[in-house]
């Protein structure tokens, strides 16, 4: 029997997600929370194999709970179905450890497919995260903090979530308004469509 965890603020999706899991995972036992103290608490002391979780959840950041996660040592399965569709996140997805990156626009059996596959052990992302010539190259860094940005995040508390500086984190900002040409963050996330070609190097 799979163990599979869905960590989704919206009840309606995580049900939904619930199903489409039951429906192709016969055997699976699927639990959903949104607590990190409770998803913590399972992943220490049960086995889960697959995590089902977006980037966001409420008012905490997705991708933070997946690191604290896999330091624990967990050996299972991450795949990520988000509402947010920037390249960039996908690829941060990637460099954390994650086995899988979709929107939750996609269909219903892509992702059923997605669900799958990771499962089973192989990798879903949508985007391949190879080099191109059109896109725009972001550090990993600068992707995690285009990625709160985005959130709506300040300066001061991202520098709280990533351990560093105000200032340090200004300095980001600056080099990523840079890189994709743009006078102000509004500018940026206004032009700049959710599929957008960045990529991220480690």
């Known amino acids: 029997m799979k163990n599979v965890l869905i960590i989704d603020a919206q009840p309606l999706y995580s049900d939904a997600l619930a199903t489409l899991v039951n429906n192709v995972m016969n055997t699976a036992d699927v639990k959903q929370s949104t607590s990190s103290a409770e998803v913590m608490d399972l992943v220490r ?7 089902i979780l977006d980037v966001v959840v409420g008012d905490r950041d997705g991708m933070r709970l997946a690191k ?6 967990y050996q299972g399965k991450i795949l990520f179905i988000s509402s947010k569709d920037y390249s960039s996140l996908s690829k941060a997805a990637y460099e954390l450890g994650a086995n899988g990156f979709l929107n939750k626009n996609e269909s219903k059996q892509t992702i ?6 990771v499962s089973r052990g192989y ?35 991202i520098s709280e979530q990533l351990s560093l500086s105000a200032k340090t984190i200004s300095t980001y900002k600056t080099r990523i308004l840079k890189k994709y040409h743009a006078t102000s963050l509004i500018e940026l996330l206004h032009t700049l469509p959710q599929s957008e070609n960045a990529r991220v190097f480690g």
């Open 45 to 51: 002391n049960q086995r889960i194999d697959l995590i």
């Open 68 to 73: 604290n996660i896999l330091a624990t040592g």
């Open 112 to 117: 059923m497919d997605a669900i799958v596959s």
């Open 123 to 157: 990798s879903m992302f949508k985007l391949k995260h190879t080099q191109s010539s059109n896109s725009v190259a972001l550090s990993k860094r600068e992707a995690m903090v285009f990625h709160y940005l985005a959130q709506g995040y300040s300066n001061k508390r």
